[in-house]
């Protein structure tokens, strides 16, 4: 059974509209991340967090923004979307044992 | 030359085999290992994490983990069209603030 939840599951959306992928956390992790996946190919770290009100870039330049209020809840903001956007966007949460993932949310910009 | 190294296969395995998939990585501070699976269009699932020298079994797979070698493999035991993924190799280190770096992931096919 999945704790960590991404909405929404899948996303079309128009050039230039503003978005918000949510993902929450029931498992008390500080530590959070966003990936970027395309189809057949690798995971980029776009975003991270190691707790509250602290984000850092990932190793893909992207331009997405986070935020980070809550432990809980680790949001992913694009201001205008772009064609170029269109990917598979996956949230995971992280404990010593490793990560745990989100469904994904998949996104298409028309 | 990338921090954790995989072969993309497709790596083809007859149903029944064993299929052994390799890691490599850069950083020779890494404490932590793992592999996921994932299947097309899901997220990546944790199937095994190994953090000592030598072999790691949880049922048909098994860990293998070098730490002079700088080595980290997974074998499949009796592989069924189940197991055909990709499976994605992934690395730790403290001084990284355990912060996962993944390879690129190796593509299996199981054929029955």
């Known amino acids: 059974e999945a704790d960590i939840y991404q909405t929404p599951r899948y996303l079309v959306i128009g050039t230039g509209k503003k978005i918000t992928l949510e993902c929450s956390q029931t498992?008390?992790?500080?530590?959070m991340y966003w990936y970027q996946q395309d189809p057949g190919m690798e995971l980029h770290l776009i975003h991270y967090s190691y707790g509250v009100n602290s984000t850092e870039k990932g190793d893909l330049s992207s331009e997405s923004t986070v935020s980070r209020i809550r432990t809980e809840h680790f949001p992913l903001t694009l201001e205008s979307a772009r064609p170029s956007h269109t990917s598979q966007y996956l949230c995971?949460?992280?404990?010593?044992?490793?990560?745990?993932f989100g469904s994904g949310t998949r996104l298409t910009v028309v | 030359q990338k921090e954790v190294e995989q072969n993309s296969g497709p790596l083809s395995v007859p149903e029944g085999a064993i299929a052994s998939l390799n890691c490599t990585y850069s950083?020779?501070?890494?404490?932590?290992f793992f592999w996921y699976r994932q299947y097309s269009g899901k997220s990546p699932e944790l199937i095994m994490s190994i953090y000592s020298n030598g072999d790691k079994e949880d049922g048909r797979f098994t860990a293998q983990l070098n730490k002079a070698s700088q080595y980290v493999s997974l074998l499949i035991r009796d592989s069924q069209p189940s197991d055909s993924a990709t499976y994605l190799c992934a690395v730790a280190a403290a001084a990284a603030g355990n912060k996962l770096t993944f390879g690129g992931g190796t593509r299996v096919l199981v054929k029955p």
């Open positions: 498992m008390g992790h500080d530590k």
């Open positions: 950083d020779r501070g890494s404490q932590s």
């Open positions: 995971a949460s992280s404990s010593l044992h490793g990560y745990t």
